[in-house]
C-alpha cells in the first residue's frame, strides 16, 4: 500500500508568528486529520524539514496535533486581553481565571497594566487600538523578514537529500515531540509526498521535490488555494508576490498530481499555466471544501470585549486586508446612515486580525468614530466568539474582490445566516442559490443590494428560513475522500 507523507513545515513556521490559524491552516489540518482517520497513521505520515532545509524528517500526527490545539485555544485570549488591558487600565480584565499565561506573559502583562493606567482614561482605547495596529504591523513585518532571510539561506545552501542532517535543536513547546518512529528513509517508489498548506517560502522547494522524485521514485502532490499574487499583485507585498511567483513556477510543473479548492480557482491555475508556457503532469481537479469548523459552544464573555447585542448588526468574518473589500462596507454603511433613520440600519461588526495594507482604512474608521458606535471592529476572535457572533447576526456579508472559495460564506449558511456576497472567482460556487450578489468594484449596486434586505425584514426573515431549511453542508471527510481519488486516479495532463 503506498504511503502517504504529508509536509507540514508550514503549519510550524506559521505558529512562530501567528497567535491564530488562518483558512488555510485550518483547511490544512482538517484534511490532514481526515485522512489520519480514513486511512490511519502507517500509510498517512507527516514531515518537517531538516536543518538549513536540505531534507525532509518524519514527525508524529501527535505533533501537528499539539500545535494545532495552540493555535485554537488560548493565543487569541491572551490577545485581546493585553488591549483590554491597555484600554481600561486593570490588570484584571487580562485572561479568564482559567488561562494562566507563562511567566513572560504575566509580566508583560503587569507592565502594561502599570503603563496603561498613568494614561488618561480618555486616551486609554484610542492608545489601545494603536498600540494593537502597531503590534500586528510589526508581526508582519517579522514574518516578512524572516520568510525573506529564509529564502535566502536557502539560495546559498547545497541540497544534499542524499545525507540526513543532524535534526536541529528544538525551540519552542510546538516543536517538542519526539521524532517518530519511521523516517523518510522509508519511502518507497509509488508513495507520495504531499502538501496540503502553504510552503512557498521554501524557494528551493522545487529541488527538494525534484531529488526525492529521482531518489526514491515517489510522486508529488500539491493543493493549491488560488494564485492572487500572480492574477491580483496589487493586493499582496511585493516580497509575496515574487517567492510565490518563484515558488509555484518552479513546482509546479514536477506535480503528478494538482489539486484546487474551487472550480474556479482550478480553472485559473490551468490558464495561467497554459499562458505562461508551464507544461503541467496533470489537470488541476477542485476539491470539495468542508463547511466551516464545527460550531464550537459560544465563548464566555471576555472583560474589554465590546459584545454587540444578538439580532442587532450585520456580520463579516474575515482577515482586514484589501483584497476583501471591507472599505466598500464602510462606505455603504456611511451612506445608510445618511440616507436612513438610524435605528433601522443594523451595526455593522468587524470580525478578524488586522492585517495588511489597510491603513489608510483604519485611519478613516478612527476619524470617522468608527461611525458613532455602528461599526464594531471585533479583533482576534476565538472560535467560540465566532459561534456568539454568527448566531446573533441578521445575516453576513463577504465582499471579496478574489477568492479561492470563501470559507466564510459556508460559514455563514450553515449558521442558518444569509450571505451577501461579491459575484466574482469562487464566491458564487461557494454562496450559490442561497446567497446574494453584488459587483465588487461597483458600491452603488452593492448599496442597492444591502439596503434592500435591511429595508425587509419579514423578507430577511423568510430567507433565514430558506438557508436553515436547504443549505447542506459538507464534512471534511469529503475533501480527504477527494484528495486520496486524486491520488489514486490522477486526473490526464491538459492539452
Not at 502583562?109 to 489601545?128: D, I, M, T, Y
Not at 480557482?265 to 503541467?280: E, R
Request: proline content about 8%; aromatic content about 8%.
Amino acid at each position: 500500500m503506498q504511503t502517504i507523507w504529508i509536509d507540514v513545515e508550514d503549519l510550524f513556521d506559521y505558529a512562530r508568528a501567528n497567535p491564530r490559524p488562518s483558512g488555510i491552516q485550518r483547511v490544512e489540518f482538517e484534511i490532514c486529520r481526515c485522512l489520519v482517520k480514513a486511512a490511519g497513521e502507517g500509510p498517512v505520515r507527516f514531515l518537517r524539514h531538516t536543518a538549513g532545509g536540505t531534507g525532509f524528517r518524519a514527525v508524529p500526527w501527535s505533533a501537528v496535533e499539539s500545535l494545532f490545539a495552540g493555535l485554537s485555544s488560548t493565543a487569541s485570549a491572551e490577545e485581546a486581553a493585553e488591549g483590554a488591558m491597555l484600554a481600561t487600565g486593570t490588570q484584571s480584565a487580562s485572561i479568564p481565571e482559567s488561562i494562566v499565561p507563562p511567566p513572560p506573559r504575566r509580566l508583560r502583562r503587569r507592565l502594561l497594566s502599570w503603563c496603561a493606567r498613568r494614561v488618561p482614561e480618555r486616551v486609554r482605547p484610542v492608545l489601545g487600538n494603536a498600540v494593537l495596529l502597531q503590534i500586528g504591523a510589526l508581526r508582519q513585518a517579522v514574518q516578512a523578514g524572516q520568510i525573506a532571510w529564509e529564502a535566502m539561506l536557502q539560495r546559498r545552501e547545497p541540497v544534499l537529500l542524499q545525507q540526513k542532517p543532524a535534526a536541529p535543536a528544538e525551540s519552542g513547546p510546538q516543536d517538542a515531540a519526539a521524532e517518530a518512529p519511521d523516517d523518510f528513509r522509508d519511502a518507497q517508489p509509488g508513495d507520495i509526498l504531499l502538501v496540503l498548506g502553504s510552503p512557498w517560502f521554501h524557494q528551493r522547494y522545487a529541488e527538494l521535490v525534484a531529488s526525492a522524485k529521482r531518489e526514491k521514485g515517489i510522486r508529488f502532490g500539491v493543493l493549491l488555494y488560488d494564485i492572487i499574487p500572480l492574477r491580483r499583485p496589487e493586493f499582496c507585498d511585493h516580497s509575496l508576490v515574487d517567492l510565490f511567483s518563484g515558488w509555484l513556477g518552479s513546482t509546479l510543473p514536477h506535480a503528478d498530481v494538482v489539486m484546487a479548492i474551487s472550480q474556479a480557482s482550478a480553472d485559473d491555475i490551468a490558464l495561467y499555466a497554459s499562458q505562461n508556457g508551464w507544461k503541467l503532469l496533470a489537470r488541476p481537479v477542485a476539491i470539495p471544501m468542508g463547511t466551516g469548523f464545527g460550531h464550537p459552544a459560544p465563548a464566555a464573555r471576555l472583560p474589554g470585549r465590546e459584545y454587540p447585542e444578538a439580532g442587532s448588526y450585520a456580520l463579516i468574518v474575515s482577515t482586514i486586508e484589501a483584497r476583501k473589500n471591507h472599505l466598500l462596507l464602510f462606505r455603504v454603511w456611511r451612506r445608510m446612515l445618511e440616507e436612513m433613520p438610524r435605528e433601522q440600519v443594523p451595526t455593522l461588526v468587524f470580525a478578524g486580525r488586522v492585517g495588511w495594507m489597510v491603513q489608510d482604512l483604519m485611519q478613516q474608521l478612527k476619524n470617522a468614530d468608527y461611525l458613532d458606535g455602528k461599526l464594531v471592529l471585533f479583533q482576534d476572535p476565538t472560535d467560540g466568539e465566532l459561534t456568539t457572533l454568527y448566531q446573533g447576526a441578521q445575516f453576513t456579508l463577504f465582499p471579496s474582490f478574489y477568492e479561492g472559495w470563501g470559507l466564510p460564506v459556508t460559514e455563514s449558511l450553515s449558521f442558518g445566516k444569509p450571505c451577501i456576497i461579491s459575484n466574482t472567482t469562487s464566491l458564487p460556487e461557494a454562496g450559490g442559490a442561497l446567497a446574494r450578489y453584488f459587483d465588487p468594484e461597483n458600491t452603488t449596486e452593492a448599496y442597492r443590494v444591502v439596503r434592500e434586505v435591511v429595508e425587509d425584514p419579514e423578507g430577511l426573515r423568510n430567507w433565514q428560513a430558506r438557508v436553515a431549511r436547504d443549505f447542506r453542508p459538507v464534512v471534511w471527510d469529503e475533501a480527504a475522500a477527494a484528495v486520496l481519488r486524486a491520488i489514486e486516479q490522477p486526473a490526464e495532463a491538459p492539452v
